[in-house]
């Protein structure tokens, strides 16, 4: 099992910038992938970046590119997702997520580990 913990979401102005935090326990993610999704009210949950955890060779979707990057600290087991030009539509829950394939994957089934989730809202 795999415990994944997010947190740093908030509310900023458009413009902004937050950085979010995965904090993951429990099996050892080593030669994991670790990536971050995003979810509208009522849009589908969309990929924004991944990372290899040894490695750290880094993936990102179209929404992040450019404007988010995705790290990773080995000793504190914690993932980071820093946003910055935020913009109103990426008001969204972020979820960090697990995929222990060994394959880096887009898509949300392919992940086998959740977080809760953390809400970021952009305003205009």
């Known amino acids: 099992q795999v415990q994944l913990v997010e947190s740093g979401g908030g509310l900023v102005q458009a413009g902004g910038s937050l950085r979010l935090s995965c904090a993951a326990s429990?099996?050892?993610?080593?030669?994991?992938?670790m990536g971050w999704f995003r979810q509208a009210p009522g849009k589908e949950r969309e990929f924004v970046a991944a990372?290899?955890?040894?490695?750290?060779?880094?993936y990102y979707g179209n929404p992040a590119k450019g404007r988010f990057t995705i790290s990773r600290d080995i000793a504190k087991n914690t993932v980071y997702l820093q946003m910055n030009s935020l913009k109103p539509e990426d008001t969204a829950v972020y979820y960090c997520?697990?995929?222990?394939?060994?394959?880096?994957?887009?898509?949300?089934?392919?992940?086998?580990?959740w977080g809760q989730g953390t809400q970021v809202t952009v305003s205009s």
């Open positions: 990372i290899r955890w040894s490695g750290a060779s880094t």
């Open positions: 997520a697990a995929d222990l394939s060994r394959v880096v994957s887009t898509s949300a089934a392919e992940y086998d580990y």
């Open positions: 429990g099996r050892t993610v080593s030669n994991y992938y």
